[in-house]
C-alpha cells in the first residue's frame, strides 16, 4: 500500500510527479476548485490551462498538463469534482480516488483539493488509498502497473491537525479494502477453503484475535450439515473459522458472518458456462468479514467482535449433493435441498447458528447471495434487509457516512410459505419473484430466538457491488471491490458508543 502523510505546506510548493487539483462547474462553466490560496500568477495559468484543454468539471474527470510556472510538481492533474455547491466527502473521495487509479505508476502525487476541514481531509486520504491499487499477483516479467507510491494530502494547518485520527483509521481501512480485494481477485485454484483459513490466520496473526479453524471431520461432529453438504462435492473440504476479538471492558458483543463460497459452479444444479469464471467471486462477504475484525483489532474498539467464515468450493461431482437431499443444519432444523446453486444460504445458516450460540447482542451477516439483488438494485447498490428496524436503520445510515452504497428491503412475510418443504422443516428455494427476500426470509429462520424475541440481526446481499465485472470508476477498480468493509467498520464503531438496546 502507499504511504501517506498530510502536510500543512501549500500544494504547489510540493516536488511530486504529479499535482492534483480539483475542477468543479458553475453556471455551466469550468472552475478551479478550492485554488484561492494559490498566487494569482498560478491560478491565472491553471485557469488558462483549464480552458485550453477544456476540461469540463464533470465528475471524476481526469486532464494531465505540465506544470504551470509557480508549481513545483512536473505536472498537474485536473480532476473534476461536479457543481461547486454539491461537492460532499464522497465527491472528494471519488475524485482523489480516480485520480490515484488513473496516475498508477507515478512515484508521488501530492492533493490539493479544497478541505475545509479535518473530516475532508480524511475523506481525500481515504479515496487516495482506495484508488491506489493493483493486482499483479498472476502478471509475469514485471508486467502490470505499480499503484502510486507515496500519496501527500495538503491542508491548512487546522484541518492538517483535526484529520490526525482520521488519517490512521484512514491506513487501516484502506489496508482492510485492499486485503479484500485481494482475496476475492486470486484465483480459486489458490484459494480454496483451508487455504482461506490458513490466510486468516497469517491475516490476524499480530493481532489481539483468537482463530478457530473447524476442519470436516470437526463439522460433520457439531452438525454443521449445510458446510457439509455443499462442500461434500469437491476434493477439497469445507472450514468454518471463527476470529473471536474481546478487549478488556467491551459492553456490546457483534457476531459478523460472511459466506466464502470459494468457487460457485452451481453444483448438480450447474450454472451456465457465460460468466461462471466471476464465480471466483463468492467468497467476497467472507473475506469483508476477515479484514474487518482485523480493521476493528488494529483501531483497538471497545467491542467484543466475532467474525465467522462460513468456507465451502461448490463443485459438481459423484459426492456432491443432490436436489432433492434433505439436510440437518446446525442445532437441528432440516432442509430439503431443491437446487444446489441456492448453496450460499445453507453455508450461512450453520454459521449463524454457530454465531447465535455465543449471544452476541447483533448479527450481521454478509453474502453475495442472489443474482436477484442486481436484478432489484444494479450493480452498485446493495441491499440490507432485518428483522429489527432500528438495526436496518443503523446499518443504512452508516453506509452513507462511509460511502458504500446500501438501500433497505422488506422482508414480506407472505413469501415465508412458497419455502414450505413437503418432507423437511423448510425448502431452500422459494417464490422466484422476490429472489433476494426469499434468501433474506430463509436466513431468518436460523437466526437466535430468547423469549419469543430473536437477536437483532441484518443480512447485507452484496452480489452487485461486490465483484465490478466492468470498467473501473472513482476508486473503484475492475474486479474485487471490498464493498462492505467500510459499512460493517463503521457500524461496529457506532455500536462502540452506543449499543443497539
Known amino acids: 500500500m502507499p504511504t501517506l502523510s498530510v502536510t500543512a505546506k501549500d500544494a504547489i510548493t510540493q516536488s511530486a510527479d504529479a499535482l492534483v487539483i480539483g475542477v468543479g462547474t458553475k453556471n455551466s462553466g469550468a472552475v ?5 490560496a494559490f498566487p494569482a500568477p498560478v491560478r491565472t495559468a491553471l485557469n488558462q490551462a483549464v480552458k485550453a484543454v477544456g476540461a469540463t468539471g464533470a465528475k471524476e474527470t481526469l486532464n494531465r498538463i505540465p506544470a504551470v510556472a509557480g508549481v513545483s510538481a512536473k505536472s498537474v492533474v485536473l ?41 475532508a ?42 484529520a490526525r485520527a482520521g488519517i490512521r483509521r484512514a491506513k487501516v481501512l484502506a489496508d482492510a479494502v485492499h486485503g479484500t480485494r485481494d482475496l476475492i481477485n486470486a484465483a480459486p485454484v489458490d484459494l480454496f477453503p483451508a487455504q482461506f483459513a490458513d490466510d486468516a490466520q497469517r491475516v490476524v496473526a499480530n493481532l489481539p484475535v483468537t482463530v478457530t479453524v473447524l476442519d470436516e471431520k ?8 449445510g458446510l457439509i453438504a455443499v462442500g461434500q462435492g469437491s476434493s477439497r473440504p469445507p472450514r468454518l473459522v471463527k476470529l ?37 467471486s ?18 483497538g474498539l471497545p467491542v467484543h467482535v466475532t467474525g465467522w467464515l462460513a468456507l465451502a468450493e461448490n463443485m459438481p461431482s459423484g459426492t456432491a449433493q443432490r436436489p432433492s437431499d434433505v439436510i440437518t443444519i446446525r442445532g437441528g432444523r432440516t432442509v430439503e435441498v431443491l437446487n444446489t446453486d441456492a448453496e450460499g444460504r445453507l453455508v450461512l445458516a450453520d454459521a449463524i447458528v454457530a454465531a447465535g450460540e455465543t449471544k452476541p447482542d447483533v448479527i450481521v451477516d454478509i453474502a453475495t447471495l442472489t443474482g436477484a439483488q442486481l436484478v432489484a438494485l444494479g450493480s452498485r447498490t446493495s441491499a440490507i434487509m432485518s428483522n429489527d428496524d432500528d438495526l436496518r436503520n443503523l446499518v443504512h445510515q452508516v453506509s452513507g457516512e462511509a460511502g458504500e452504497a446500501f438501500w433497505p428491503m422488506p422482508l414480506p412475510q407472505e413469501l415465508r410459505s412458497s419455502m414450505d418443504s413437503r418432507v423437511a422443516d423448510i425448502a431452500n428455494i422459494g417464490e422466484r419473484m422476490g429472489g433476494m427476500l426469499v434468501a433474506g426470509l430463509f436466513l431468518k429462520e436460523f437466526v437466535p430466538t430468547k423469549d419469543d424475541v430473536q437477536t437483532p440481526w441484518a443480512h447485507l446481499d452484496i452480489a452487485g457491488p461486490s465483484y465490478n ?25 457506532s455500536l462502540a458508543v452506543e449499543p443497539l438496546r
Do not use: C, W
Not at 486520504?125 to 507510491?149: C, D, H, I
Not at 467491551?250 to 452451481?266: W, Y
Open 244 to 280: 473471536e476479538y474481546k478487549p478488556a471492558g467491551a459492553k456490546s458483543h457483534v457476531a459478523l458472518v460472511g459466506k466464502g463460497i470459494t468457487f460457485d459452479s452451481g453444483g448438480i444444479s450447474i450454472k451456465p458456462a457465460a460468466s461462471m469464471d466471476d464465480m471466483k
Open 469 to 493: 465485472t466492468g470498467s473501473a470508476y472513482g476508486y473503484t477498480p475492475a474486479g474485487g471491490t471490498g464493498h462492505g468493509v467500510r459499512t460493517m467498520l463503521s457500524l461496529v464503531e
Open 218 to 225: 470437526k463439522l460433520l461432529k457439531g452438525g454443521y450439515g
Open 121 to 162: 481531509v480524511t475523506a481525500i486520504a481515504e479515496g487516495a488509498l482506495f484508488g491506489a491499487y493493483t493486482y499483479n499477483r498472476y502478471r509475469s516479467n514485471g508486467q502490470g502497473k505499480t499503484p502510486v507510491g507515496t500519496i501527500v494530502v495538503s491542508a491548512d494547518a487546522a484541518a492538517n491537525s483535526a
Open 32 to 36: 478551479l476548485a478550492g485554488a484561492q
Open 282 to 299: 463468492d467468497m467476497s462477504g467472507a473475506a469483508a468479514v476477515l479484514h474487518t475484525v482485523a480493521a476493528v483489532a488494529e483501531l
Open 79 to 119: 480532476v473534476g469534482l461536479g457543481a461547486l455547491d454539491e461537492i460532499d466527502h464522497e465527491v472528494l473521495r471519488r475524485a482523489a480516488g480516480a485520480a490515484t487509479r488513473q496516475l498508477a505508476g507515478l512515484a508521488k502525487v501530492v492533493f490539493g483539493l479544497p478541505a475545509a476541514d479535518g473530516e
